[in-house]
């Protein structure tokens, strides 16, 4: 038994469905490498927030990839981010640990598996 003992071991290909937490925006993780691709149809947080350090990237993002729908954006293709937390924080529009914002549809959190 060691620290990484509830870890939940998967091949190095495998591909992980995610939710993000108090949002509807699903993605994929490819356990490979960890990026996380965030799904077309995803529903993205509109609300900004003042504190938020990438709002020029995120807008740029937001200008190719979404269309406003119902008082929220919409993405209109997958979009692929480097880190599980670069994917949360476009989606949230805040800085958030994506280790412990998505979660899988067991509701198990990223962190297990990493």
Known sequence: MGIFANKIRLPRLAF???TLRRLNAKAVLDKADNPVTVLKESIIIK???PSFKNKDKRSKLLKIHTEERNDAFVLKTDVRFNTPSGAADFCLERAVNGKT???????RLLSVYL
């Not at 914002?101 to 509701?107: F, I, L, N, V």
């Open 16 to 18: 992980i469905n995610l």
């Open 47 to 49: 609300e900004t927030t």
């Open 101 to 107: 914002e998505w979660h899988d549809k067991d509701k």
